[in-house]
């Protein structure tokens, strides 16, 4: 049986949107954000930074309730012992981190004072989100650095968190760290692009034809 080559659209758009990572959310590409501890240390927390200084990903499998504190020392977020997931609707937090540079309007209910309101995210256990502590919050290129072609260190974060009873601490730092290729390679996201439009061309001519008449050579009819 002859196997057609093209394979489904949706695979290919996948292909696509995996290539210009960097571009899909609002990380620096000549930035880096690097976590050095996580305290107190238990087993089952781990932590990482997504697309170089764009957000922080936390997954908790300790048995033990996390809370993440807000620029005011507000509850902000917590990951549950049973993997809930929740976020404070009256954090000032919740409302700056929708945007990289802070640049919205906190209302007046959101204060370090008020009694938490929590919303149920998910129950992965598993929390996402953008904490400007963790990056340079200014555009381009920070005035420390002289050199673009040296990486170098910009700030040194601590952002409070606690771990069951116990206060602890993110810690990192947030480097100047230009990349060599400048960036996503956008020749190769062009070349994927036009892959994909001519792959779904050659799907939609495939349907049309069969459409029209019966398989040939014996070849059974394919759903998609």
Not at 84 to 104: F, K
Request: net charge positive.
């Amino acid at each position: 049986m002859r196997r057609h080559l093209v394979p489904p659209l949706g695979v290919l758009a996948a292909l696509a949107l995996a290539v210009p990572v960097a571009s899909a959310h609002q990380g620096n590409p000549n930035m880096e954000s690097i976590v050095t501890g996580v305290t107190p240390k238990t087993p089952g927390v781990t932590l990482q930074v997504l697309n170089r200084d764009d957000r922080f990903e936390l997954t908790n499998h300790s048995k033990q309730d996390i809370l993440i504190y807000g620029y005011q020392d507000e509850p902000y977020a917590r990951v549950k012992a049973d993997g809930t997931v929740e976020q404070n609707l009256n954090s000032p937090a919740y409302y700056l981190n929708n945007d990289r540079y802070a640049n919205v309007k906190v209302p007046s209910n959101a204060t370090s004072k008020a009694t938490p309101s929590w919303k149920v995210l998910d129950r992965t256990g598993s929390f996402q989100w953008h904490d400007h502590r963790m990056h340079y919050m200014g555009k381009g290129t920070p005035p420390s650095v002289k050199d673009k072609s040296a990486r170098q260190k910009i700030q040194d974060y601590t952002i409070p968190i606690s771990i069951g009873s116990s206060k602890g601490a993110i810690t990192g730092a947030y480097w100047w760290s230009p990349q060599k290729d400048g960036g996503p390679p956008t020749g190769a996201i062009v070349a994927l692009v036009v892959l994909v439009v001519a792959g779904g061309a050659a799907i939609v001519v495939t349907r049309r034809r069969r459409a029209g008449g019966t398989p040939t050579d014996g070849e059974p009819a394919e759903a998609w």
